[in-house]
DNA sequence: CCTATATATTCAAATATTATTATATTTTTA
DNA sequence: TAAAAATATAATAATATTTGAATATATAGG
């Protein structure tokens, strides 16, 4: 159960390029940070930033494996909502009925769907 | 289909607490800005501002009755991301297995999952 | 134990976001 | 047609995010 500010924190913390990026290859597997070096069009200190955000929120985590940091997915969520944003939709919702109620609207009414 | 910035731009125009609940208000019918007022507690313009950025995007958009003005979702991706964020997950994802690989990785061995 | 490799940290500058205050616009109603 | 209600816009100040540059840390290997 996450709070309003949870759920803004969480997807602010995704909310840039290289982090969705990032979390998108990681939904395929573990990778160390030269791995990411190599397809982020960004500065190592810029990848390791980037990195230690998501980790600080309990995004993902990693494990050494000599001197590299092998990062991978913990937070469950991430590859349903990638998932979303990746589906077209291609339709709108359907827009309200002519005339739906609001607390101070005149028409009476009610919404579709 | 939404490119990388778009993707990450939609995420970022939703996360805000703010915006979030304006957004949950609207998944269940049409809204005017003074039904926002009663349970948000930021000032009208405020509000204006949060719904203008909203529109800006192609989220939300709005249909007038007398001088109110009834917003209604069109995104609708909207419902969608808002129902994950509720969602509960309890579990983390599986740890990898034990020595996956990265690009540079010594160890050998497949990714669990 | 010295060096190279892989990665992280720190600080500062540039930029973007947010909230506040004051004011403007639009529409209805008296 | 003037006033009021509902909402928007603009300008600003405060704050947060992002990137870049320089430097630091840790580990493996010689």
Redesign the interface.
């Known amino acids: 159960?996450?709070s309003?500010?949870q759920?803004?924190?969480?997807?602010?913390v995704?909310?840039?390029?290289a982090?969705?990026?990032i979390l998108e290859e990681l939904t395929k597997?573990?990778?160390?940070v030269?791995?990411f070096e190599?397809f982020l069009e960004i500065s190592q200190p810029n990848i390791s930033q980037h990195l230690s955000l998501l980790r600080n929120h309990g995004i993902i985590d990693y494990?050494m494996?000599?001197r590299?940091r092998?990062y991978?997915?913990?937070?469950?969520?991430i590859p349903?909502?990638l998932k979303?944003?990746?589906?077209?939709?291609s339709?709108?919702?359907p827009?309200?009925a002519c005339?739906?109620?609001?607390?101070?609207?005149?028409?009476p009414g009610e919404?579709r769907r």
């Open positions: 159960m996450r309003l500010g759920r803004a924190e969480l997807l602010r995704i909310a840039h390029p982090r969705i990026r597997g573990v990778k160390c030269s791995d190599e494990y494996d000599g590299l092998c991978f997915l913990v937070d469950p969520v349903d909502i979303l944003l990746e589906q077209d939709y339709e709108s919702l827009a309200p005339c739906p109620v609001t607390k101070k609207g005149k028409y919404m």
